[in-house]
């Protein structure tokens, strides 16, 4: 892996946003942990202890990054490595709205929507990292939408939502949020290496779910 100075340094508005968006997906994700493993049923159970200790991973580690910014930023990754994260992030959006094995059509117009403004501010955001361009007004609004409770589906990750919030749940599009997070703080310099890792386990979780969802019925059932 080549290493280059990053273009631009981080801006406060960056910072503050993914330390923010790391905070709401941490949490995010502890919750739907415990939903998960309280509602979910299948026939090899271990493996939905497997599923529920490896999101409590991602929470716990998720929640632990906003440390990484204590610290100055280093080098931003080049060559392969920095073309993988400007492609992860709008990957990881196409790729989610896949879970429900629905398409980008998904099951609702707020989903739809949703969807594709994701995808759309994915790309927007990626091309300014190439660009070497300031990206903090896009994380915005993508830790908005990406946390927006809208999912209605009845699948065990969402009880514990759908009970608090009226029957909306914001999980739909939290692991591809975090993607984003991870692969902007590699490309800015935050804690590069272990950064892009981190967002390569999500994009592979999404793939997982995107296959094993609407074909198996797992690791959840009640979206398709």
Known sequence: MTTTVAQTELKPLEVRTLI??????????????????????????????IIGIAFAGVALITLEWTRAFRSPAGEAPGGWLRSAL?????????????????????????????????IGLGTATSYRLYRGQSVGWFLIPM??????????????INTLWHSALGGFSPTCNMVPLGVTLFSVAALKGVRTKASAALSGVLTGMIVFMAVGNPLFSFPWSGCV
């Open 20 to 49: 923010i968006g790391f905070i709401l997906v941490g949490i995010a994700v502890a919750v739907t942990t415990v939903s998960y493993l309280l509602n979910m049923t299948f026939v090899y159970q271990w493996l939905v202890w």
């Open 143 to 156: 830790v908005i939408l990406g946390l927006l409770p809208h999912c209605v589906c009845e699948a065990p």
């Open 86 to 118: 400007l492609v992860s992030i709008p990957l990881a959006y196409v790729l989610g709205s896949q879970v429900c094995g629905l398409g980008l059509a998904s099951c609702g117009t707020a989903c739809t929507v949703i969807n594709l403004s994701l």
